[in-house]
T-cell receptor
Framework: AQTVTQSQPEMSVQEAETVTLSCTYD???????LFWYKQPPSRQMILVIR??????QNATENRFSVNFQKAAKSFSLKISDSQLGDAAMYFC????????????????FGKGTKLSVKP | DTAVSQTPKYLVTQMGNDKSIKCEQN?????MYWYKQDSKKFLKIMFS???????INETVPNRFSPKSPDKAHLNLHINSLELGDSAVYFC?????????????????FGEGSRLTVL
């Protein structure tokens, strides 16, 4: 079964600095999606960034970038120039690319990392 | 317009009651989901519906029943509520491309419904 592990329950970063959140996953599939979702205190789940496993190039979205190491099954999130609004729970998630009977659409989440941003 | 909307956003009720949470999406997606987020913030899939057909049931108690009157709606009914049902319930939707192939893979989430059972 696929699993997602976030080893850092909490992280803290100074405003304007850079922070990296770790994520590892376990799968026997060769094609899949990886995501980072952000959940601020408002509770809304917001997609931060998406990576398709068959693409070697690391995804970037403005201040957010990932370091995707397929062989190591590692998918870390780097937040540059941290802002107060970045404070939130961050969830790493895995989803298979191809859907098989009984497992379609199953987005599997890690336990989350709570990020605090200090002014 | 909110893409995925849930009502109510907060629900406080007594043990043993029956309650429903409604979900609607206006994205034209063909698959909808219910996730449960427990007190430790862990998110776990409960159900998903594709074209009005249940395709995942992650061994949740049969007191929970999803009902989809049409492609844009997936409601969650809970009978005989228990203390352990207290959680935040998220509705989500996605577009699946063809047989067995996800589109972008992204799930779009509602704002969540916090259920408190007393």
């Amino acid at each position: 079964a696929q699993t997602v592990t976030q080893s850092q329950p909490e992280m803290s970063v100074q405003e304007a600095e850079t922070v990296t959140l770790s994520c590892t996953y376990d799968t026997s599939e060769s094609d899949y999606y990886l995501f980072w979702y952000k959940q601020p205190p408002s509770r809304q789940m917001i997609l931060v960034i998406r990576q398709e496993a068959y693409k070697q190039q690391n995804a970037t979205e403005n201040r957010f970038s990932v370091n995707f190491q397929k062989a190591a099954k590692s998918f870390s999130l780097k937040i540059s120039d941290s802002q107060l609004g970045d404070a939130a729970m961050y969830f790493c998630a895995y989803r298979p690319l191809f859907n098989y009977g009984g497992s379609q659409g199953n987005l599997i989440f890690g336990k989350g990392t709570k990020l605090s941003v200090k002014p | 317009d909110t893409a995925v909307s849930q009502t109510p956003k907060y629900l406080v009720t007594q043990m043993g009651n029956d309650k429903s949470i409604k979900c609607e999406q206006n994205l034209g997606h063909d698959t909808m989901y219910w996730y449960k987020q427990d007190s430790k913030k862990f998110l776990k899939i409960m159900f998903s519906y594709n074209n009005k057909e249940l395709i995942i049931n992650e061994t949740v108690p049969n007191r929970f029943s999803p009902k989809s009157p049409d492609k844009a709606h997936l409601n969650l009914h809970i009978n005989s509520l228990e203390l352990g049902d207290s959680a935040v319930y998220f509705c989500a939707s996605s577009q699946e491309r063809l047989l067995g192939h996800s589109d972008t893979g992204e799930l779009f989430f509602g704002e969540g419904s916090r259920l408190t059972v007393l």
